[in-house]
């Protein structure tokens, strides 16, 4: 979780700089070519560990909620 944190937080500080300094296609590239498939390759691991998990299928259906609301999110800002 912190790496995806990281890849985020970094991703929108490169992206708002790029943008103040009036380099909008570079900060396009920045702030959702490189997060994009990353928190969608995330997403779609937790949502395939979920469909496994051995446990409550309470805990893999809030992971699955989780994961949704997340890239929801993540697509809006």
Excluded: E, K
Excluded at 55 to 64: F, I, P, Q, V
Aim: glycine share 10%.
């Amino acid at each position: 979780m912190a790496g995806g944190l990281m890849v985020n937080l970094s991703t929108s500080v490169l992206f708002l700089v790029l943008v103040m300094q009036g380099h909008i296609l570079a900060a396009f590239i920045i702030g959702y070519a490189c997060s994009v498939p990353y928190n969608i390759l995330v997403g779609v691991g937790v949502w395939r560990s979920a469909a496994r998990y051995a446990g409550s299928r309470h805990w893999a259906d809030a992971a699955r909620a989780a994961v949704a609301i997340w890239l929801t999110v993540l697509s809006v800002t």
